[in-house]
């Protein structure tokens, strides 16, 4: 809370504490100023180089949470740079069965990725837009996305891996092909990406999120060892609107959602607003 002094004549002024604030906020300003004129300029310097002085600049507002943030944010995706480098110096990854190979996603797979996205997006009408289905695209290969492309017989059916390696646990992600699903594939997938997540990272630790209707993908990951942890909030998180689309939805549940909630120990029709959050260790 800002300290204030009373004046004799009624007026307030700000204390030392907030004058001080209001200092660091300009200085802040002023250094993200400095960082969007870095980064703008065109003088030949490679976007990593950029980035090295925009996190020096930001160290030199110290006191600023925000500036801690950022920084905070950038060494964090360096770092995931870096794991991602190690995962794959080790080459792509053989199933036990020799069934299913693994590798890092390339440019030939976009075509092929969004295509399920399509299949399984809820946001198939944005992927009709050139811009969203780069930026989907991006997200896929960005540093902090640590994805695998799962080929069967040479060919691409679908990715698994962690959308985001600077939150902690990981959370898994898989999408196969609808003509590729119910063959025990997806089971085969994890599986060689999960000893090779501990063998080559020393990472055990996960979390898994599943759709409550998504039978398949619970009892898949429940195979593999996920076990129940609760519910978590997904795409809406105003209570009433969590409320309302429960009360709109009351009708979809049945002997399957009933016996999903009664397993995470949740009322079923919280089940219409929340997804099922699973932990797994390796």
């Known amino acids: 809370m800002k300290e204030r002094i009373r004046l004799d004549n009624g007026e307030c002024i700000m204390g030392n504490r907030s004058v001080a604030e209001n200092s660091a906020k300009g200085s802040l300003n002023a250094t993200l100023q400095e960082v969007l004129d870095l980064l703008e300029t065109e003088d030949g310097k490679s976007f990593e180089e950029k980035k090295e002085e925009a996190i020096k600049l930001l160290r030199r507002a110290e006191d600023s949470p925000l500036a801690d943030t950022l920084v905070d944010l950038a060494l964090a995706e360096k770092d995931a740079a870096k794991v991602k480098t190690m995962f794959w110096a080790s080459g792509n990854i053989l199933s036990s069965d020799e069934t299913v190979t693994l590798r890092q996603v390339a440019p030939s797979d976009r075509g092929y990725f969004l295509d399920i996205q399509r299949e399984y997006s ?4 944005m992927l009709k837009e050139e811009v969203y289905c780069d930026m989907v695209w991006k997200e896929h290969t960005e540093d902090k996305s640590l994805m695998c492309s799962i080929l069967k017989d040479g060919s691409y059916i679908g990715y698994c891996g962690v959308n985001n390696i600077t939150l902690e646990p990981w959370e898994l992600a898989i999408e196969i092909k609808p003509e590729w699903t119910k063959q025990g594939i997806g089971a085969i997938a994890i599986s060689a990406m999960l000893d090779q997540f501990k063998a080559r990272l020393g990472i055990s630790t996960f979390k898994v999120r599943i759709d409550p209707s998504n039978f398949s993908s619970q009892k898949m990951f429940e195979k593999l060892g996920a076990t129940p942890k609760g ?9 009433k609107m969590l409320e309302q689309c429960e009360e709109d939805n009351l009708h979809y549940i049945d002997d399957k959602i009933i016996a999903v909630a009664e397993k995470f120990g949740v009322e079923p029709r919280k089940l219409l607003s929340h997804v099922l959050e699973y932990a797994l260790v390796w």
Do not use: P
């Open 122 to 125: 809820v946001m198939k009408s």
């Open 231 to 239: 519910i978590a909030e997904l795409w809406i998180h105003d209570q």
